[in-house]
């Protein structure tokens, strides 16, 4: 989660871009290319890559979810849940980037970011 915030730009007290946990970066510069170029691919992999490859397993495997096969490879996945609520699992993944994605970037506005936490904990 601590890649994230390179994309969090604020603006500073002198009018320009720094990154919001990291005042001394400037947004845009050489240091923040650098930094993003390292920061996007983890997205990519971490908040869409991998969630789609699990859902992509489990999709496939939907059918056969009780096979050695299925259990051996995919069971931390969904062997708490019953089975017609295999995919929970991306539910509470999708949860923990709504929560990590607003600390982040909606820290700034905290009644906000306090709705956005309250809507995902079910307050």
Known sequence: AEYMGVFDCVRG????????????FLCF???????????????VVYVIGIPLLIAFALARSRGALRSPYALTRFSSLYH????????????????????????VFL??????????LECVFGG
């Open 13 to 24: 007290e002198d009018g320009r871009l720094r990154i919001g946990v990291e005042p001394g």
């Open 29 to 43: 510069g050489p240091r923040w290319l650098r930094l993003l170029g390292l920061a996007a691919p983890l997205f």
């Open 80 to 103: 708490v849940y019953r089975s017609r609520v295999f995919y929970f699992e991306l539910v509470l993944l999708l949860k923990r980037f709504v929560i990590v994605f607003s600390v």
């Open 107 to 116: 820290a700034r506005y905290q009644v906000f970011l306090a709705l956005v």
